[in-house]
């Protein structure tokens, strides 16, 4: 099974930027699509971002096209969220997830099988 571990969050002011990494514990990780979702309190998991297991197509909620990029490192067997022009409504925890070897990219939650335990992102104004 994939273990995955997010860090590089933490606190900055709007218009700023922050790197979330994703260090997942094997290589069959390089074969899994991978996203981004984030919850902030009293809401659901939504969708942020997405990059297929090859990492040449990626997708974005419409809240953060233009603002975050996905990237993946299949030899470090890791990935990427960059993080540019923060607002506050970014504040969540943000969760890096797996979904299997060789499945498509997907924006649904319920397709993802491999959840990393979060990364605290908080946007001051």
């Known amino acids: 099974q994939v273990q995955l571990v997010e860090s590089g969050g933490g606190l900055v002011q709007a218009g700023g930027s922050l790197r979330l990494s994703c260090a997942a514990s094997?290589?069959?990780?390089?074969?899994?699509?991978m996203g981004w979702f984030r919850q902030a309190p009293g809401k659901e998991r939504e969708f942020v971002a997405a990059i297929n297991w090859r990492g040449g197509s990626t997708h974005y909620s419409d809240s953060v096209k233009g603002r975050f990029t996905i990237s993946r490192d299949n030899a470090k067997n890791t990935g990427s969220l960059q993080m540019n022009s923060l607002k506050p409504e970014d504040t969540a925890v943000y969760y890096c997830a797996a979904r299997g070897p060789f499945y498509s990219v997907s924006h649904d939650i319920t397709d993802y099988k491999y959840w990393g335990q979060g990364t605290q992102v908080t946007v001051s104004s």
């Open positions: 094997e290589r069959t990780f390089s074969n899994s699509p």
